[in-house]
Every structure is written in structure tokens, then in C-alpha cells.
């Protein structure tokens, strides 16, 4: 395992042009349900605050504001990217897809099919300090989601 | 086998440490001697927990092949033995920092031995109150109205505690603010202590910054007061020379997985006449002179705050780990280290990007340097190194509000010992050189 299949180009690049970031600044979709969540991690002090918007069975819009590492910075913008259009029953599935293949310890491969871009932490999965970077906006997500469709 | 375990300086020499005394150290070390991702182990993280010589492993288990049993109970060949190693570890302990023997308290690690104190003197204040322990015990109970003084740079397990105490008692908390240096603020801790201030306590040398705070300065505020003052010596004790007495401070602790021992074990010192008088922390077995259904009368220090079966074999292997600095010598190591210390921040400086924290170059400061680097979580720069086999910590270092102060959320530290040479800062120095152009910052 190398570093620079922890560190992929698409990784790095999404730590920089984060999408999705900036919820202080946007409105949710007016007659959207929206559900919000904070996740921290007291050990390195990564920090998500994530908003999702569900509107007919469809996730809206995420947008998120954070602090932290090229993982979890980069992790929160692929999710943004990749669950904006996905029912309600996608992404809830998606998630449970990331954790399973990150929880993994490298024994589950990611399927690009289903993941997309976020098939590339798949090799976070073998770095087992790095695995919460890689889920802390995805367990935010699963929160905002919750409460969005309550 | 006693080959390897003698500690490698035992030439006793007045001459400075250089790399090869420090290689011939490192042979002591076998947890030294591996590869990490390919590349070989270069340990920067002894300012988290440091590394056990051979001696010290040792000790541990021969006194469970040879001695164990219960100290301080049963009349048996064993537990005579293991009471006097468990009494003579004391001893040696007490001596390395200019302490009584009386004065010297095991607990599990300096966040108990802070605990302890926090915890004596609410009960103190609890006691004062129904007229127990007597008029001794007036004087050190803390109340409403009453201040504890900290320091902006503490370390969490010498800032909470306190926190803590002034929410069970009703007293508040202030702290002394840190320059943009990383320096105390000593005019406004002048301002700060005051008639209030019951109780002061600092750390000796900063976790974060490095920066070796001026006891004598600090006490003699307290000392103006009368407040009793409390010493994180943490990552002094295991680095150079302290001598308790000499700095006049009513207690310090420290740690001994810090300075070459296992885990589980740690040292709370007291002057005699405060920890007689003081109440217990933990309460029960080994601990008391008479015992009704009613109430118990207590032991004095330091049996006074040992309630429970101890850490027999970590105090021994402590003591040995004592022996091992004593024989090297904690004056040379200190000497070796702040040139580690400065040739780290020297180093640091010249690389685009770095910020480090505390004091710059030529400002004395103990062996190790914190670091952020610009465009970099320290998570990343952690991971970096680590693919090339050094080990350094990341994070905020148990000091969130230090961190809040120099406007960072983590940084990454380095933090040297004995066992480091000069290659291996040097190192560590060319992989950081490569950390900003690797995450494209």
C-alpha cells in the first residue's frame, strides 16, 4: 500500500475545489425539508456541519462548511457532489456502501458504479486512523437525512 | 542477555552525548530496531510516550518471575520482598527529583496525580466544614470568592482538574495569557495573582510550544499570597535535572511512560506537611490505621493516597528506568536534547511555508517543536512521515485552548530523546521539506 494510493489525485483535488462547501452562505431549496448535523472528531478536531435538503423523495441540495484534513475535506465534497439528485433510498444505500467497503480493512473493494467518485478512499480502508476522516460527513449525512424524512 | 540490557553510557562521562553514544543508547532500545513502511523507525514522539530500555522490561518481568506478591501485607518470604523493592523503587524515585521519601506518592499518571490534588483539597473544603481534620484544614480549603490560577499553554490534564475544583467549590478560575512567542505573560500574572488566589499551577515545560516557564518568578507571585502552587513536570522531570525542593513548589507530578518506564505508574510529590493534613482522594484498603463501621482514621503519606493493591512492578520498573537516566546523566541529556530541540527549529524555519510555534531559534526550549504547515492539515503531514517511517504526533495535543490562542486547530510535533541523533532530525527536517509540494499546497 503506498501513499499515493491513500492520497489519489481526485482526493487532493476535491480538498481543494470543494463542492458543496459553503451552507452558511446558500439557502436551502424554499419548501424543502431540510435536516442538519455537526460531527466532531475530539482527537484531530475534524469538524462537518452538513445540511440536506429532501424535496419529493429527492435529496436537493447538500451544503456543508468544515475543517480538517485532505480526507475528510475531500470526502465531504464528493458526497455533496455525488448524493444532489439521489432518492432518499439511494443515498441511505450509498452510505451504507462507503462504510461498509471503509470498515472493511481493505478486504471489500469500492464498486465505481455505485460509489463513483468516492471509490477512491477505498484505499483509507487500510489506514485504519484514517477511516473516521473519511466518514465523518457521510455520518453526518445519514443524521441530516434522518431528519429530513422523519 | 545482560549484555545488551547494561545501559550503553555507563563510561559515566563528563563529556557531551554525541551519535555514537546515542547509537550504542539505541541498542538498548529493542523497539527502536524495526522498519516502518519499508524505511527504518525514526521515533519523534517520546513527548507522547517514550520508549523502554531492555533494563527497564526487564526489571518488570523479573520482579513477576521472582517477587510478586501483595506490599505492605502478609508475612511471607515473597511479600517482604516485594514490599522492599516496591519501598526501595520510592526511594530511588524521591531522590532523582530531591524529594522525601514520605513526600513521594505513586499514582497511575500525572493526570491522576493532578486529580488527586484537585480532589484532597475540595474535601478539604468539605472537611474544614464540619470541623474535621482540624484548624490546618481552614487554611487550605478553597470557597466562593477564592481564584486558582492556570496558564493559557496547559495541558488539558492540568487545566480540567481545576476547572473542576472551581465548580465544586464555588472559587474561579483565571489564567495567565501566552505572548505571541509562546511565552507566559508574567506582568499580567503579577496583575492576576493576587489575595484571592488560593492555588497556582503551571506546567514546568510546555507539551506544545517547549518553552521552559521561570519557576522561580512564578512562585515567589504565589509565594507573595500564600497560594499553594502545583507543577506539571511532565515533560521536565523525564528531560533534565529537577529538584523539587530547590524550585519550592507544594507539588509536582509527572509521568513514568515519559521518561523510559511502562505505563500505569506516575509520581505525585507533596511537601509532608500538606499531604498529612490533607484529606484522602481514594478511599480503602492500605490506607487507614483503625477501621469501626463508622468512620476510619487514615495513614500519613504516603500510604495516606495509596488506597487499593498498587502498580508494584511498573514503581520498580520505574525506579530502573531513574538508574538508566541517572547513569547516562540528566544533565547531558538535557544538554543533547536542546540541540536536538534547536537544530529542529532551526531547520523548521527554513522551509517555505512552516509556522512553528514558540519560541524561534536561539530562545531556549526543550527537545521538541510543534509545527503547522501552510495548506496542510497536520493529519496529512502525519500520514506523510509515517510513509517514510519517522513517527511524530498530530493533533492539538490535549491543549485545545493553546491551540485556539495561535489561531490553529492541530499541528504536527516532533519530540526528541536520549535514544535521537542528530540524522534522525535531520531526516525528519528533508521529508518535511517534501510535505507541501506532495499535497500540491
Known amino acids: 500500500m503506498s501513499l499515493d494510493q491513500l492520497y489519489q489525485q481526485i482526493i487532493l483535488d476535491h480538498s481543494k475545489q470543494r463542492h458543496g462547501s459553503g451552507l452558511a452562505e446558500t439557502d436551502a431549496p424554499a419548501g424543502a425539508s431540510t435536516g442538519q448535523s455537526h460531527q466532531l472528531n475530539p482527537v484531530c478536531g475534524d469538524e462537518v456541519t452538513l445540511r440536506l435538503a429532501v424535496a419529493d423523495g429527492t435529496v436537493q441540495q447538500i451544503r456543508w462548511d468544515g475543517a480538517g484534513c485532505s480526507i475528510s475535506m475531500a470526502s465531504a465534497s464528493v458526497l455533496s457532489e455525488l448524493g444532489e439528485g439521489m432518492s432518499v433510498e439511494e443515498l441511505h444505500s450509498v452510505i451504507d456502501n462507503f462504510r461498509e467497503v471503509l470498515r472493511s480493512r481493505g478486504k471489500v473493494q469500492a464498486d465505481p458504479e455505485i460509489l463513483g467518485d468516492a471509490a477512491a478512499f477505498e484505499g483509507v480502508a487500510r489506514y485504519a486512523a484514517r477511516v473516521k476522516c473519511a466518514m465523518i460527513s457521510w455520518v453526518a449525512a445519514e443524521d441530516a437525512l434522518n431528519q429530513a424524512t422523519v | ?441
Open chain 2, 1 to 441: 542477555m545482560t549484555a545488551v540490557s547494561t545501559p550503553a553510557s555507563l563510561q559515566r562521562s563528563v563529556h557531551a552525548m554525541d551519535n555514537a553514544e546515542v547509537l550504542r543508547i539505541r541498542n538498548d532500545f529493542p523497539v527502536l530496531d524495526q522498519l516502518v513502511n519499508g524505511k527504518p523507525l525514526i521515533y519523534l514522539d517520546s513527548g507522547a510516550t517514550s520508549q523502554n530500555p531492555l533494563s527497564v522490561i526487564e526489571a518488570e518481568q523479573e520482579y513477576y518471575e521472582q517477587r510478586n506478591a501483595a506490599v505492605h501485607r502478609g508475612a511471607h518470604h515473597l511479600a517482604v520482598e516485594a514490599t522492599e523493592v516496591f519501598e526501595d523503587a520510592r526511594q530511588t524515585v524521591a531522590d532523582f527529583v530531591g524529594a522525601q521519601y514520605e513526600e513521594t506518592v505513586w499514582t497511575s499518571n500525572a493526570t491522576e496525580g493532578l486529580n488527586l490534588i484537585s480532589y484532597a483539597l475540595s474535601n478539604a473544603a468539605l472537611w474544614a466544614a464540619q470541623g474535621r481534620g482540624g484548624s490546618a484544614l481552614k487554611d487550605l480549603a478553597i470557597g466562593p470568592g477564592d481564584e486558582i490560577v492556570v496558564t493559557e499553554m496547559e495541558h488539558h490534564a492540568n487545566l480540567i482538574p481545576w476547572q473542576e475544583l472551581a465548580f465544586r467549590t464555588g472559587a474561579a478560575l483565571k489564567y495567565i495569557p501566552v505572548t505571541d512567542h509562546g511565552t507566559l505573560r508574567l506582568d499580567a500574572a503579577a496583575e492576576l495573582i493576587g489575595e484571592r488566589t488560593k492555588l497556582l499551577a503551571f506546567t514546568h515545560a510546555s507539551n506544545v510550544l517547549g518553552t521552559i516557564n521561570p519557576v522561580a518568578e512564578l512562585v515567589a507571585l504565589a509565594r507573595r499570597v500564600g497560594a499553594l502552587v502545583v507543577l506539571d513536570a511532565c515533560q521536565s522531570v523525564p528531560h533534565m535535572a529537577v529538584d523539587v525542593k530547590e524550585l519550592d513548589v507544594d507539588f509536582a507530578v509527572f509521568s513514568g511512560h515519559k521518561m523510559l518506564a511502562p505505563t500505569g505508574v506516575g509520581v505525585l510529590y507533596g511537601k509532608q506537611e500538606l499531604l498529612d493534613v490533607l484529606p484522602p482522594f481514594l478511599t480503602g484498603g492500605s490506607m487507614i490505621t483503625t477501621v469501626t463501621m463508622e468512620r476510619a482514621e487514615y495513614l500519613p503519606a504516603p500510604q495516606r493516597f495509596e488506597a487499593g493493591t498498587q502498580r508494584i512492578s511498573q514503581a520498580v520498573a520505574l525506579a530502573t528506568a531513574v538508574n538508566y537516566l541517572t547513569e547516562t546523566g540528566i544533565d547531558r541529556i538535557h544538554a543533547w536534547e536542546a540541540t536536538l530541540g534547536q537544530r529542529l527549529v532551526k531547520g523548521l524555519e527554513t522551509i517555505e511555508g512552516i509556522r512553528v510555534v514558540g519560541p524561534a531559534s536561539g530562545s531556549e526550549r526543550i527537545g521538541l517543536a510543534a509545527f503547522d504547515v501552510a495548506g496542510v492539515h497536520a493529519h496529512d503531514v502525519g500520514q506523510f512521515l509515517d510513509d517514510r517511517g519517522i513517527a511524530v504526533r498530530v493533533g492539538h495535543h490535549c491543549a485545545q485552548p493553546l491551540h485556539r490562542r495561535l489561531g490553529l486547530t492541530a499541528t504536527t510535533r516532533a519530540s526528541t530523546y536520549l535514544y535521537n541523533t542528530t540524522d534522525d532530525v535531520d531526516a525528519f527536517l528533508d521529508a518535511v521539506s517534501g510535505v507541501r509540494a506532495y499535497f500540491q499546497a
